[in-house]
Every structure is written in structure tokens, then in C-alpha cells.
């Protein structure tokens, strides 16, 4: 008999992880419970999320993750796509437009074998899993393989998103026999029904027992290649052989007693944000509390300069990535700076996953798509991406890339150090909206002092050119002075994917206590081990 007033004892927390998906989530759970640690869970749960949320995640494309063991200072894995080594002609290649519809917006991509760029999410996978994971890799896909062979039922979400981008799921015979449904095989999957990829199962477990080689190298690779040259795409047996994961220095931006660590260049997003950052700084720190006129017109003026330094600095240096040390140099910051202090002016598919564990390791990895070019690469039910078909990631107009150099991304997966102890692995999905959603949420927790959820789901804002998109969730008020700050301003109803997705996860270094925030635009969840 437990003695009156005695607590029971609770449970050691293993860690925590926040995903897209309650199965993604699930995996990293598992993981944990088995005795993995926090970047075992993230790979697990990246596995997992290929097949349950497979517009966002697949082994077709890449990503990167950013890795804090503990005690160390952390580290950036690129295993992000990289243009060929050679272009061919356009009229050569399999390359053609589809409109993604998000209700209140519209996006143009462009899909078919020509838009696939180098793949390297497999490479990504196994150098992280060589250098920083503890269990082996047959654990860490056996969640995905059971999940792929037993199937799953497509949730709300997952199914909103196979609307938004149907057209390319069933663009080719191999997407359709994948995701079509069994009812009636013309169309997709849809909500609530059931989702098989024994394909992709197998798969899985030959990349286990065979390693990286069976895609870059292998079976797998010969397949793609042969049906890139005679299908209109780009990539070569060269693309594929050497293709390398690059270990990256963390970009390190202090602000108001905060550290962020984030991806760096060539990506463009991470600094971007830490652009953004240290032009607030520029505001007293007690007028950003969220929702106030301060924070909203200093928030929107931001936005808009530093759309307006990206622009400038790719015309400066049309062939080249946006650099650090040129975007942060004193003199440039001190330019923006004078302007967010006067007058305001009038004027993808991606997950993300956070894990940390009870040993105070980090990551953050975001992983990417885009949205799939069509092709399934037979027999492995993985679709490869459409990077080249991305209008974001070819700023300079398509089939303008320079061959064999690594693309940029908006992908900034980042670990934030708080003055007050809690540390925080975050990062979000969301094509162009991912550094305008990573920002808000740096903002609401650093100096709205929200907690983690609020600061998740707090509505947001994104400015695009002229465009001012205002997430539903803001008062009337509100959204009347907003209308004020923008050439145009378009009011959404409700919350929405198009906003991103930033799944979080928190450790307070004080207590110990872990705790997690999935973001519901994107179906969000977080568990805790």
C-alpha cells in the first residue's frame, strides 16, 4: 500500500520528439524505448515519414540535419540535392508545368525526369547513422518496413496535401500504382483509405543489410540512371558515384541573450533568418510583444527588407549563393538597420523533425521532395524529386544551374539556446515560408516569452514581394493595420500548411523536464519517451 501522501514515482523521460505525423513520431518513440539515442530517433523517424507522409519525405530526395551531441557544439549535415554534372538539352528532357492549388494561393511547378536532381537523402542517412547513432540500422527501419507492409490509414492531412499536388501522383503509371486507390485505381488514395508499400518495404530492408552502395552504386542505381537517359532526365552513373554528405560549421547568430545555431550558406534560408534577427535588434526589446502594433509593423518592415537584401545580393551575385559574411557585415546591417528604425512602408513539400533526448543530444533535420517529379524508381516505391523544377531553387530561371555544385535551400533545421535554460530543436517546412515561420517562432519564444506550444501556434504572417499573406487567428484590429503595411494583403481563413510547419521540441537544462509542440498546420504531433 502506497504511504498517504506520497507521489507515485514517475517515469525517466528518454526524450521527446515533435513530426509531422503520429506514426513518424511513433518511430522515434520506439527508438528511444529501445535504448537509441536522440539521432537514432530522428533517422527512424525520417524513415517512417517516407511512408507515412510521403508528399513530404522520400529517399528520392535530401535534406539536412542539424546535430548537437551533448556537450559539443553543433554540427550541419548536408545531404541536400546537387544539380548534375552535365545539362542536357532542354528539348531533350521530360520536363512540364503543374499548378499546385492551396485554396487561397497557387504555385507553379514543374515535374518529369528533368527536374530531378542529385538525390541524397540515402547517403545522408547512413554517414549520420555511421558517425553519431547507437543502435543498428536494421532497428532503425524496422518501424518504417512494419509500417509500410501492414499500411496505414491516410489521415485528414495527408490527404488534404495528396489533393494539393494529386496531379504528379498520377502523372506516371508507376506513381499510380503506388498511390492509387483500390477502389478505383484512376484516382488516389484518399481519406481514411488504406495505404500499402510493400515496394517500399523491401526496399528498406535491402538499404539495412546492403548499405548506401545499393542506391549510389547498386541495383537501385543502375535502374535510375538507365531510365534517366532514356526517360529526359540529367543524372549519369557520375551523379550518382560521387556524390558526397557535407559536414558544415553551424551558423551562429546571438540575439538578446539567445543563440541560434542554423544551416548555413550555400542554403539561404538560416541566414536569412539570422538577417532578420539582427535587424530587430534595431527595435527596443519590450515593444515585440506579440500582437502589439509595434511587433506587427516592426515584424512587416523586417520581412520586407529582408526580401529586398536577398534580391540584392543574388543580383550582386547572380551565380553564386548568398554569403554570410557579406549579408552580416556591420556596414550592410547597419544600412537595413537605419531603415526598420524609420517610417514603415505601404507596399514545398517539406517535413521537419526534432528530437531530443534525456543525454541532452539535438537534432533537427528537415527533409525535402519538393514534390515529387512523377517517377517512382520501379521496384523500390521511392519517388525521386523535382529540385530542378523548384522556381525557389532556380532563382535565375530553369536550366540556368550551374552543373555539379549543391543546391540552395530554404531549409534551416536550428537548435536556439535561450538565456533562461531552455533549449530548444526546431525548424519547419514550408518552401519560401519556412524562414518567415522559424522566425516567429524565434520571436514569440525570445521575446513574447511564450511557451513552446503558444509560440507554435501563434498565427503568423508571410510577406512575398507586394504580398502580405496573414494567417486567420489575428483580431480584427489587427488585421485592419496589417492591411495598412502591405501593397496587398490577403487574409486567410484559418490556419494552413501554406504557413509551414514547425515542429519543436524543448529541454529545460534546469529541470530536466522535456516537452514537445507539433505544429497542427501540418498535422503535427509531439511525444514524449
Avoid at 513518424?24 to 537509441?36: C, F, K, Q, R, S
Avoid at 547512413?126 to 496505414?152: I, K, N, Q, S, W
Avoid at 549510389?216 to 554528405?245: C, P
Avoid at 555539379?404 to 531552455?422: H, I, V
Wanted: aromatic letters at 6%.
Amino acid at each position: 500500500m502506497r504511504r498517504a501522501g506520497r507521489r507515485p514515482l514517475r517515469a525517466p523521460q528518454r526524450g521527446v520528439v515533435a513530426a509531422g505525423h503520429p506514426r513518424t513520431a511513433a518511430a522515434a518513440v520506439e527508438v528511444l524505448e529501445a535504448g537509441g539515442n536522440a539521432f537514432d530517433a530522428c533517422l527512424a523517424a525520417f524513415l517512417a515519414a517516407c511512408v507515412a507522409e510521403p508528399v513530404l519525405a522520400s529517399l528520392g530526395g535530401g535534406g539536412f540535419l542539424m546535430a548537437r551531441p551533448q556537450g559539443k557544439t553543433p554540427l550541419l549535415y548536408d545531404f541536400f540535392t546537387q544539380t548534375p554534372a552535365h545539362r542536357r538539352q532542354p528539348r531533350e528532357l521530360d520536363f512540364h508545368p503543374i499548378v499546385a492549388d492551396f485554396g487561397t494561393a497557387q504555385q507553379e511547378f514543374h515535374i518529369g525526369m528533368g527536374s530531378m536532381a542529385v538525390p541524397g537523402a540515402v547517403k545522408g542517412l547512413f554517414r549520420v547513422h555511421r558517425e553519431l547513432g547507437r543502435l543498428p540500422m536494421t532497428d532503425l527501419v524496422a518501424p518504417a518496413v512494419a509500417l509500410a507492409r501492414e499500411g496505414l490509414r491516410l489521415n485528414a492531412f495527408q490527404s488534404y496535401i495528396f489533393d494539393i499536388v494529386g496531379i504528379i501522383f498520377r502523372s506516371t503509371p508507376g506513381a499510380l500504382a503506388v498511390y492509387g486507390s483500390r477502389r478505383d485505381p484512376a484516382r488516389l488514395v484518399g481519406h481514411r483509405e488504406l495505404l500499402r508499400q510493400p515496394e517500399l518495404a523491401d526496399a528498406l530492408e535491402a538499404l539495412a543489410r546492403e548499405g548506401e552502395r545499393l542506391f549510389y552504386r547498386g541495383e537501385m542505381g543502375r535502374r535510375l540512371i538507365r531510365d534517366s537517359t532514356e526517360g529526359g532526365g540529367h543524372l549519369v552513373d557520375a551523379d550518382l558515384r560521387d556524390y558526397r554528405v557535407i559536414k558544415r560549421r553551424a551558423l551562429r547568430v546571438d540575439y538578446r541573450g539567445s543563440r541560434l545555431y542554423t544551416n548555413p550558406p550555400p542554403s539561404s534560408g538560416g541566414l536569412l533568418v539570422a538577417f532578420a534577427l539582427k535587424l530587430l535588434e534595431a527595435l527596443p526589446r519590450g515593444t515585440l510583444d506579440f500582437g502589439t502594433d509595434a511587433h506587427l509593423e516592426g515584424l512587416v518592415r523586417v520581412m520586407a527588407l529582408t526580401n529586398e537584401a536577398r534580391v540584392r545580393h543574388h543580383a550582386d551575385r547572380p551565380t553564386a549563393h548568398l554569403d554570410a559574411a557579406s549579408l552580416l557585415d556591420p556596414g550592410c546591417l547597419r544600412h537595413y538597420r537605419e531603415r526598420v528604425l524609420g517610417h514603415p512602408a505601404a507596399r514545398r513539400g517539406t517535413t521537419h523533425i526534432s528530437v531530443i533526448d534525456a543525454g541532452d543530444n539535438m537534432a533537427a533535420m528537415t527533409v525535402s521532395n519538393g514534390e515529387g517529379c512523377g517517377y517512382v524508381l520501379p521496384g523500390t516505391g521511392i519517388m525521386l524529386n523535382n529540385m530542378l523544377g523548384e522556381e525557389d531553387l532556380n532563382p535565375h530561371g530553369f536550366h540556368c544551374w550551374q552543373p555539379g555544385t549543391r543546391m540552395s535551400s530554404m531549409m534551416a533545421p536550428s537548435l536556439l539556446l535561450l538565456p533562461d535554460g531552455r533549449h530548444v530543436a526546431l525548424g519547419s517546412g514550408g518552401s519560401n515560408r519556412i524562414r518567415s515561420a522559424l522566425l516567429q517562432v524565434v520571436m514569440n519564444l525570445a521575446d513574447s516569452g511564450m511557451d513552446l506550444r503558444g509560440a507554435v501556434h501563434a498565427p503568423r504572417l508571410h510577406l512575398e514581394g507586394e504580398r502580405l499573406s496573414v494567417e486567420g487567428g489575428f483580431a480584427p484590429d489587427q488585421v485592419e493595420l496589417l492591411r495598412g503595411l502591405a501593397g496587398q494583403c490577403e487574409v486567410w481563413q484559418g490556419r494552413n500548411l501554406f504557413f509551414g510547419g514547425a515542429h519543436s521540441v524543448l529541454r529545460d537544462t534546469g529541470s530536466g523536464r522535456l516537452s514537445g509542440a507539433g505544429d497542427p498546420r501540418r498535422g503535427g504531433v509531439a511525444r514524449v519517451a
